[in-house]
T-cell receptor, first 110, second 115 residues
Framework: SQQGEEDPQALSIQEGENATMNCSYKTSINNLQWYRQNSGRGLVHLILIRSNEREKHSGRLRVTLDTSKKSSSLLITASRAADTASYFCATDDGNNRLAFGKGNQVVVIP | DTAVSQTPKYLVTQMGNDKSIKCEQNLGHDTMYWYKQDSKKFLKIMFSYNNKELIINETVPNRFSPKSPDKAHLNLHINSLELGDSAVYFC??????????????FGQGTRLTVV
């Protein structure tokens, strides 16, 4: 099964800075989703971008998708301490499987 | 109200024991899933049920057996627990079969430790 692969694995930034994470995948997809996981908690859906979309915004989140490069990026603007979490991309290949990558650990320093 | 709830949150047990994890969703979703998250936070799908019917059964040892008494519940029973079964197990649900354009709702996870 395919998986999204985030890059980089860990990111430490100051509050107020922007955080960018990248994700690559291997096969064709229906959509790509980003999730956040706070320590000791379940995953929470952040945003979904369909294969025919190139960019999507939700509050301080901006997601891009480049299907020709099989990659996506998640930008968190004006980061806050509460944004400290692991961020996962997940690809929906249309076969009832949502394949997750390894995740990015983001630490926002107050 | 919790949308997807799992019990217990923590489970410590000895090798060779049999244990169950329960999951319930009150979202009216048709599809439920079990994922395993290892120590490196990698998430791997184990099973998926749609309206009580098994639709995904990944390469998981036979010691793991899911059971869905109705579409709001998906339990996971594990026989003869092994050290390598230690992980966090997540239940999730989605509106319908196939992820399509629907998001997944996750439970809080069950941290299983086999000693």
């Amino acid at each position: 099964s395919q998986q999204g692969e985030e890059d980089p694995q860990a990111l430490s930034i100051q509050e107020g800075e922007n955080a960018t994470m990248n994700c690559s995948y291997k096969t064709s997809i229906n959509n790509l989703q980003w999730y956040r996981q706070n320590s000791g908690r379940g995953l929470v859906h952040l945003i979904l971008i369909r294969s025919n979309e190139r960019e999507k915004h939700s509050g301080r989140l901006r997601v891009t998708l480049d299907t020709s490069k099989k990659s996506s990026s998640l930008l968190i603007t004006a980061s806050r301490a509460a944004d400290t979490a692991s961020y996962f991309c997940a690809t929906d290949d249309g076969n009832n499987r949502l394949a997750f990558g390894k995740g990015n650990q983001v630490v926002v320093i107050p | 109200d919790t949308a997807v709830s799992q019990t217990p949150k923590y489970l410590v047990t000895q090798m060779g024991n049999d244990k169950s994890i329960k999951c319930e969703q009150n979202l009216g979703h048709d599809t439920m899933y079990w994922y395993k998250q290892d120590s490196k936070k990698f998430l791997k799908i184990m099973f998926s049920y749609n309206n009580k019917e098994l639709i995904i059964n990944e390469t998981v040892p036979n010691r793991f057996s899911p059971k869905s008494p109705d579409k709001a519940h998906l339990n996971l029973h594990i026989n003869s627990l092994e050290l390598g079964d230690s992980a966090v197990y997540f239940c999730a649900s989605s509106l319908s079969r196939g992820w399509g354009n629907t998001e997944a709702f996750f439970g809080q996870g069950t941290r299983l430790t086999v000693v």
